[in-house]
T-cell receptor, first 115, second 116 residues
Framework: QKEVEQDPGPLSVPEGAIVSLNCTYS??????FMWYRQYSRKGPELLMY????GNKEDGRFTAQVDKSSKYISLFIRDSQPSDSATYLC???????????????FGSGTRLSIRP | DAEITQSPRHKITETGRQVTLACHQT?????MFWYRQDLGHGLRLIHY???????NKGEVSDGYSVSRSNTEDLPLTLESAASSQTSVYFC???????????????FGPGTRLTVL
């Protein structure tokens, strides 16, 4: 079983729709949760991150973490064609004994917003 | 502006050849990472470095090596390229923070490698 599971899609929705992207994970020790956006033939870029459980909002994007269910979500409101990309969830352990934490990535969900 | 670059962007090679992919960052980040990205697997960590002269194996390190002689560069070498190493390779870097915080990783544009 992979540590992080993500539906690969593709997911196609009309412009203006609310998009929900999700990941599940198996390691209850994960504390730091991220969403990366990757446009075609580009490197991933960090979109949002949250620490532990709860919600975080940034413009049209909302990240949600439910640690009890080991489930994280990214919601996109008023979706735009420019949101068409692959979205990767990612998570990491907090380690006080190392200077950097390794990140475990989901396989990514390909999203297409139809004009 | 500070950035992270990779070269070449595209490479075709033959089975058994040695190949080196370059990664260069100008942020002065201590931490650097190499990933490969394949359909159905997402990003998988190959090797990583926390500073000069430091290298560590990641999840899929067999057949790959890295060396870190300065802060800016972490070249990835495929000792004897295999068809299974056909993939898109991404380099990333992040700052070092003490106290257990997680660092944001900044990714390069990727190198598309084909091994025939």
């Amino acid at each position: 079983q992979k540590e992080v599971e993500q539906d690969p899609g593709p997911l196609s929705v009309p412009e203006g729709a609310i998009v929900s992207l999700n990941c599940t994970y198996s390691n209850s020790a994960f504390q730091y949760f991220m969403w990366y956006r990757q446009y075609s033939r580009k490197g991933p870029e960090l979109l949002m991150y949250t620490y532990s459980s709860g919600n975080k909002e940034d413009g049209r994007f909302t990240a949600q973490v439910d640690k009890s269910s080991k489930y994280i979500s990214l919601f996109i409101r008023d979706s735009q064609p420019s949101d068409s990309a692959t979205y990767l969830c990612a998570m990491s352990l907090l380690s006080p004994y190392s200077s950097a934490s390794k990140i475990i990535f989901g396989s990514g969900t390909r999203l297409s917003i139809r004009p | 502006d500070a950035e992270i670059t990779q070269s070449p962007r595209h490479k075709i090679t033959e089975t058994g050849r040695q190949v080196t992919l370059a990664c260069h960052q100008t942020w002065n980040h201590n931490n650097m990472f190499w990933y490969r990205q394949d359909l159905g697997h997402g990003l998988r960590l190959i090797h990583y470095s926390y500073g000069v002269q430091d290298t560590n194996k990641g999840e899929v390190s067999d057949g790959y090596s890295v060396s870190r002689s300065n802060t800016e560069d972490l070249p990835l070498t495929l000792e004897s390229a295999a068809s299974s190493q056909t993939s898109v390779y991404f380099c990333a870097s992040s700052e070092s923070r003490r106290g257990g915080s997680t660092d944001t990783q900044y990714f390069g544009p990727g190198t598309r490698l084909t091994v025939l």
